[in-house]
Every structure is written in C-alpha cells, then in structure tokens.
C-alpha cells in the first residue's frame, strides 16, 4: 500500500476515500470480480443477457451485441460465433432472422451464462499464445500455466477483411499468429512467449528465401 500511495503522490493524484476498499480478497470493477488470482464476470450482469428477448430488428441486434462485445475477451472465438449476427447490421444487408441467426444468438447467450474465469497474469512466468483462423475471422488466446492445461488471461478475435479471405489457410494462420502478438503486446514485451498454432506458420515463414508482398510483411514482424 506504502507503494501505491507514493505513486498516487509522485503523480499529484488523489482518491475519493469513500470509493477506496483495502485488505479485500474479492472486488467489485466495471462489472467484474477481481482476485488476486483470477477475474469473473459479474453473473447478475450476464443474467441480464440470458433474459434478452430474441432480437425484431437491426437496432435490437446491434444492442445485443454491443453487450455482448463488453465480455468477448471471456469468450473464444467470439467474432466466429457472432458473425451471423453481426452480417444483419451491415447497411447493405437485410434483415433474415433464420436458423443461423438464431444459433448464433442462443450461442452467444449461453456462453456468457458460464463464461470462463480468467487468469491474472504472472510476469515472471512465459506466456502462451495459441492461435487459429478459420476461413472469415482469426482467433487467439493467451494464457499460462502447463501445456496443455493452460489457464486463459484472455481472448480475441477479429473477423478478416475482404483481402485476407483470399489467403491461403497456411498465410491465414501466419496472419493470426502476427495479429495475436500485436494485439497482446502489453502482457508479452519483453517476456518469453510460446506460440502454439496449426501448420507451423512462423517457421514456415522464416524459411522462406523470398517471401512476396504481404508475406514478406509478415515474416519481418516474426524477426
């Protein structure tokens, strides 16, 4: 505590006391519980969403995911999952709320009834990065702990642009490991990292005499 408060006065910040909890194992913070050794989703708040009705319009969609969208670093794969949802909200699309939609939707609610507890993350210790991508979205999860019982810290996903859908499966899994360190950089500066993908694609790139156009992009990112 000593620490924190020489920061808070080093930096001329101050604290509402009334807000300040101290000594406690378990808090309350922008809708999560955080530990020492772990973070949860807030069950009252995903309760909230496994009551949502099924969505009548685009409006009703975009709230369903925008909620949905506060908890994706607890869900895998989540643009996968969500993307069926996430075509109807495009201005070019119109509105079908078929057996797909309602999969992805019954999906995405289940999930966040029992989503996964997250890790806190130990700098002392290497990170684990597995990654995939599937033919319209990359995936990834950094985690620790012993392989293959790692414990998650977080995940992510993103759906590919109109370009990367044209690679190949090996240049998407090289594209999706690039992408996975860029987006957790903040936990893995500096530290050993192991990467865990499909089709070796790091090593696949490094080999590679003259890598053309984008893979020669990636390949200098791996270095």
């Known amino acids: 505590m000593r620490k924190v408060f020489q920061i808070f ?13 101290f000594a406690c194992s378990k808090i309350k913070y922008l809708e999560h519980f955080i530990t020492p050794d772990d973070i ?6 995903t309760s909230v969403i496994q009551d949502m009705p099924e969505p009548k319009n685009v409006k009703q969609v975009q709230s369903f995911l925008q909620t949905c969208s506060w908890y994706r670093r607890f869900i895998p794969n989540f643009s996968d999952f969500s993307k069926p949802l996430s075509n109807l909200t495009k201005k070019a699309s119109l509105w079908r709320w078929e057996h797909e939609e309602q999969k992805a939707f019954n ?12 890790k806190q993350c130990d700098s002392a210790k290497p990170y684990i990065i597995r990654t995939d991508a599937s033919n319209f979205a990359l995936g990834a999860v950094l985690a620790q702990g012993e392989i293959p019982d790692e414990l998650p810290i977080e995940y992510a996903s993103r759906l590919l642009t109109s370009a990367e859908k044209n ?10 490991v690039v992408w996975a360190l860029q987006k957790f950089i903040g936990y893995i500066e500096g530290a050993e990292i192991i990467i865990a993908s499909d089709h070796h694609p790091p090593r696949w790139l490094m080999i590679l005499k003259s890598p053309p156009g984008r893979l020669a992009c990636l390949a200098l990112q791996f270095q």
């Not at 006065?9 to 909890?21: E, F, I, P, W």
């Not at 949860?40 to 708040?45: A, H």
């Not at 999906?107 to 997250?118: F, M």
Request: aromatic share 2%; charged share 30%; net charge positive.
């Open 40 to 45: 949860e989703v807030d069950p009252e708040k």
């Open 107 to 118: 999906i995405l609610k289940q999930l966040l009834v029992s989503p996964p507890v997250l």
């Open 9 to 21: 006065k080093q930096s001329k910040l101050q604290a509402n006391r009334d807000k300040c909890h």
């Open 167 to 176: 690679y190949s499966t090996t240049k998407r899994e090289a594209l999706s």
